[in-house]
């Protein structure tokens, strides 16, 4: 009889056998190998490759596999912002269009300083030391909640990308949204990377609405900055997050 059917050594695991009174070993040979168990038997299980992540598969002997990351399903948090009386809030050195596919923007509880103004987009090509005052085509939509009527605005040729308009300032008003900034895939031509935002907001009358709208800018330069704004004034307070979503 034994009072320890299994010991660890420091070749691995040795497994007692109490019918035959033998000890069997399970041997762990490289740095990073761990044991696992089929559910009758211990067998080691070797290490994986860098960046690989142990993930349970129910196909493997043990239950547990080393498989790759799959690319282009993590999105990342590159940058948190919180606006306080902020004249600009600025996104620079996060872009990396080698690793990350599109990058997410969340803006929450933006309130502006002046009552009645508009929040704008610039883009930056020289990681925010300046940013792009011309050639910018937009355009937004937005819907009324008082009426469900419908008003449309665009531009061709704009010295920045036009997301709202009358943004209220009072205690129940302000914006709340998301924008996507999708780099081109041509670099060397047109770039004409698209911001597309999709937001709501309480105008300054206290009407709601839901706001969408896109925008790009016609710089063949690679674009690696991104400017939040207002019209007039600065921005009283607001939350923005900056997220990149990794390459498949």
């Known amino acids: 009889m034994t009072s320890n059917a ?3 050594t420091d070749d691995g695991l040795a497994i007692f056998d109490s019918t035959t009174g033998d000890f069997s070993a399970v041997e762990l040979t490289t740095k990073g190998d761990t044991l696992g168990y089929t559910g009758a038997v211990y067998q080691a299980l ?9 993930v349970c598969d129910s196909s493997a002997a043990t239950g547990v596999n080393f498989d790759t990351k799959s690319a282009g399903s993590s999105v990342i948090l590159l940058s948190s912002q919180t606006a306080s009386s902020s004249a600009t809030i600025d996104f620079t050195t996060p872009f990396d269009d080698t690793t990350y596919g599109y990058y997410l ?15 704008r987009v610039r883009f930056s090509v020289d990681g925010g030391s300046s940013f792009l005052t011309s050639d910018y085509r937009w ?9 469900g009527s419908t008003s449309l605005g665009e ?5 920045k990308i036009k997301m709202v308009v009358d943004l209220g300032n009072a205690a129940q008003e302000g914006l709340a ?34 706001n969408i709208g896109t925008g790009m800018n016609e710089t063949s330069s690679v674009v690696n900055g991104l400017r ?3 019209d007039s004034g600065n921005i009283a307070s607001g939350v923005f997050k900056m997220y990149g979503v990794e390459k498949a």
Do not use: C, Q, W
Not at 46 to 54: K, L, N, P, Y
Not at 105 to 119: G, M, S
């Open 6 to 8: 299994v010991n660890i």
């Open 46 to 54: 070797g290490v994986g490759t860098d960046a690989d992540t142990m």
């Open 105 to 119: 923007f969340t803006y929450t509880n933006v309130r502006p300083a002046t009552d009645a103004v508009e929040l």
């Open 139 to 147: 355009v937004r939509l937005r819907i009324s909640s008082s009426s």
């Open 155 to 159: 531009n061709d040729s704009d010295s």
């Open 177 to 210: 949204g998301k924008g996507l900034y999708i780099p081109s895939n041509n670099p060397g031509e047109i770039n004409a990377g698209s911001f597309i935002h999709n937001n709501s907001y309480v105008r300054n009358d206290g009407t709601y609405y839901r």
């Open 228 to 230: 939040f704004y207002m």
